[in-house]
């Protein structure tokens, strides 16, 4: 026997949407709001059983839900492209939010601050990236600027990309950061290879390399922090 239960027959206050026009945004369970973003389930399920199957699909979990690409998604009866499009751009809409909220950038006094400052770019990232910290004078954070995009476990860098773009904006320093997704913290021989290369050339252009942060979902290294920079 079918558990379907359309929700037009849902009372009122249990329907997502007058659910949040009457008790606000708040009130709604991830599961509600997912239903709304896809708007209808399929001929077995209702939105919201099945925004609750692709929710249990990620453990329960926002995080590892944004990790999901097209393909994933698509996997589930009742979503399509159109459906796949709307839950990929909510999530990343979610992701740009956190660039508005530093309306004026901070000085780096310690690895945390630059940690806080970039790690929302590394945030649900299956394959790795290596970007740029410039800061000023001060020390203060100028922009992030994106270098390379690589596989799972590594990213080609070209320090030829990375000073252009410092002289280009100025910098007078600059903080190394990539990520792995594999969620190891311990630097890699080439990561350590690939630092000490750019330490050494940035003494030759006046350009101080403040530290190089490997990035994980939940914590990450700092080669300041280890001295590991020289």
């Not at 410039?134 to 320090?159: E, H, P, Y």
Request: proline residues 2%.
């Amino acid at each position: 026997m079918s558990n379907y239960i359309p929700i037009k027959n849902l009372a009122l206050d249990d329907r997502p949407r007058e659910k949040l026009l009457q008790h606000g945004r708040t009130s709604l369970s991830n599961a509600e709001i997912l239903a709304i973003l896809i708007g209808s389930g399929n001929k077995d399920k209702s939105a919201i059983q099945l925004s609750q199957d692709i929710l249990k699909d990620s453990n329960n979990n926002i995080n590892i839900l944004a990790k999901k690409n097209f393909s994933d998604l698509t996997q589930f009866k009742g979503i399509g492209e159109a459906k796949a499009i709307s839950i990929i751009a909510a999530l990343e809409l979610g992701r740009r939010r956190k660039d508005t909220e530093l309306d004026s950038f901070p000085v780096i006094k310690s690895s945390v601050t630059a940690y806080q400052f970039i790690k929302h770019i590394f945030e649900d990232l299956s394959h790795e990236e290596f970007h740029v910290i410039i800061l000023n004078r001060a020390n203060r954070i100028l922009k992030s600027i994106f270098i390379s995009k690589g596989g799972i476990s590594q990213t080609t860098v070209d320090g030829k990309v990375i000073f252009k773009n410092a002289l280009l904006n100025n910098a007078s320093a600059l903080i190394l950061c990539h990520n792995h997704p594999s969620g190891t913290l311990k630097p890699s021989q080439s990561d350590i290879t690939l630092t000490k290369k750019l330490i050494d050339f940035s003494k030759l252009i006046d350009i101080t390399i403040l530290d190089h942060l490997i990035i994980t979902d939940n914590d990450y290294y700092s080669f300041a922090d280890n001295n590991m920079i020289s």
